[in-house]
T-cell receptor, first 110, second 118 residues
Framework: QKEVEQDPGPLSVPEGAIVSLNCTYSNSAFQYFMWYRQYSRKGPELLMYTYSSGNKEDGRFTAQVDKSSKYISLFIRDSQPSDSATYLCAMRSSGDKLTFGTGTRLAVRP | GAVVSQHPSWVICKSGTSVKIECRSL??????MFWYRQFPKQSLMLMATSNEGSKATYEQGVEKDKFLINHASLTLSTLTVTSAHPEDSSFYIC??????????????FGPGTRLLVL
């Protein structure tokens, strides 16, 4: 079993839709949770950073962490074609090492 | 701020040759740099972690004699793939972390280098 599971998609939504992206994990030592956006043939770009359980909002993006269920989510409101990319969840314990999900490919149709 | 560059962005080489990839932090001093490999439709896999002036720490299963890492300065790390073979073809991505990110340990990623070994 992988430490981090993420549905690879692809996920296709119309412009303006609310997008929900999720990851589950098995390692209870993970405390820090991140979402990265990666455009094709580019490096990942940090979108959201969350410590422990709870919600965090930044513009159209909301990150949720439920440590009791080992489940994290990223919501994108009013999705735009420019949001089309692969979204990677990543997490770590107290050390440096990040463990990534496989990424979910999102396509927002105009 | 927090810009990381990589060079080259893509490289094609013959089997058996060595390839060097550079990773630079452009506007901050990177005390720690990381090298990842990403195969198509797979997640980023950490290969090694390097601290400036120290030997790199390699992840299990990564051959240190094949993937040579040098972190000679606070703004530059290099990854050399020695005697490259077709199975080494992949997308290599570096990331960097500076002193300001000690508490959050936030890593800033480079744009990646696509390696194709013929």
């Amino acid at each position: 079993q992988k430490e981090v599971e993420q549905d690879p998609g692809p996920l296709s939504v119309p412009e303006g839709a609310i997008v929900s992206l999720n990851c589950t994990y098995s390692n209870s030592a993970f405390q820090y949770f991140m979402w990265y956006r990666q455009y094709s043939r580019k490096g990942p770009e940090l979108l959201m950073y969350t410590y422990s359980s709870g919600n965090k909002e930044d513009g159209r993006f909301t990150a949720q962490v439920d440590k009791s269920s080992k489940y994290i989510s990223l919501f994108i409101r009013d999705s735009q074609p420019s949001d089309s990319a692969t979204y990677l969840c990543a997490m770590r314990s107290s050390g440096d090492k990040l463990t990534f999900g496989t990424g979910t490919r999102l396509a927002v149709r105009p | 701020g927090a810009v990381v560059s990589q060079h080259p962005s893509w490289v094609i080489c013959k089997s058996g040759t060595s390839v060097k990839i550079e990773c630079r932090s452009l506007d901050f001093q990177a005390t720690t740099m990381f090298w990842y490999r990403q195969f198509p439709k797979q997640s980023l896999m950490l290969m090694a972690t390097s601290n400036e002036g120290s030997k790199a720490t390699y992840e299990q299963g990564v051959e240190k004699d094949k993937f040579l890492i040098n972190h000679a300065s606070l703004t530059l790390s290099t990854l050399t793939v020695t005697s490259a073979h077709p199975e080494d073809s992949s997308f290599y991505i570096c990331s960097a972390r500076g002193n300001k990110e000690q508490s959050t340990k936030t890593q800033y990623f480079g744009p990646g280098t696509r390696l194709l070994v013929l």
